[in-house]
């Protein structure tokens, strides 16, 4: 299996722009997570889709952020317009329900910088 | 809400030593407690989980981890760190029955030959 596939690993943007990051999870993981990394913060839990419904949104920091999972194999995560403090790694994750329970996938990450 | 403490930034131990990691957690109702690992430039992966039954939990690379009710903690251990053990670790915290896991800060683990 490939594991959680993530792209781009690197993006460097200018403030205002608009960034896409995407993911693909592990076939036949039903639950997708997607988190931000920063030295500040540390792991923050942005949105939580299971059965590609998002479930819990509360981590999103505000309306500039949006995420997307049109079907069980693929999720995006959107910022718009992009600023310097969303400079951070964003991490997506899989995982499966019943007695996997939080054994959560991580992709590689993706490192967005903002200039 | 659920949340998980780790007192320490870093943790430095010579190798070959007994290497643990502390972690307390606050949660209403019964935990899911984990451990998960981070090398540099690469993403979480996950080391150990305690369910239920057996308060001492073994997983990946050697490690273990000891749930104790009573103090709420939920401390890493490896009875003998290796170089290659140097890394991030990271405790987290789910409700029963619940995938939403929350992080701890996480805790550098420095291994010295």
């Known amino acids: 299996d490939a594991g959680v596939i993530q792209s781009p690993r690197h993006e460097v943007t200018e403030m205002g722009q608009e960034v896409t990051l995407r993911c693909k999870p592990i076939?036949?993981?039903?639950?997708l997570f997607w988190y931000r990394q920063t030295m500040m913060r540390g792991l923050e839990l942005l949105i939580y889709f299971n059965n590609n419904v998002p479930i819990d949104d509360s981590g999103m920091p505000e309306d500039r952020f949006s995420a997307k999972m049109p079907n069980a194999s693929f999720s995006t995560l959107k910022i718009q317009p992009s600023e310097p403090r969303d400079s951070a790694v964003y991490f997506c994750?899989?995982?499966?329900?019943?007695?996997?329970?939080?054994?959560?996938?991580f992709g590689e990450g993706s490192r967005l910088t903002v200039l | 809400a659920q949340s998980v403490a780790q007192p320490e930034d870093q943790v430095n131990v010579a190798e070959g030593n007994p290497l643990t990691v502390k972690c307390t957690y606050s949660v209403s109702g019964n935990p899911y407690l984990f451990w998960y690992v981070q090398y540099p430039n690469r993403g979480l992966q996950f080391l150990l989980k305690y369910i239920t039954g057996d308060n001492l939990v073994k997983g990946s690379y050697g490690f273990e981890a000891e749930f104790n009710k009573s103090q709420t903690s939920f401390h890493l251990k490896k009875p003998s760190a290796l170089v290659s053990d140097s890394a991030l670790y990271f405790c987290a915290v789910a409700l029963y029955g619940n995938n939403r896991l929350a992080f701890g800060k996480g805790n550098q683990v420095v291994v010295i030959p």
């Open positions: 994750a899989s995982s499966t329900d019943g007695t996997n329970t939080g054994e959560l996938f």
């Open positions: 076939s036949g993981h039903n639950s």
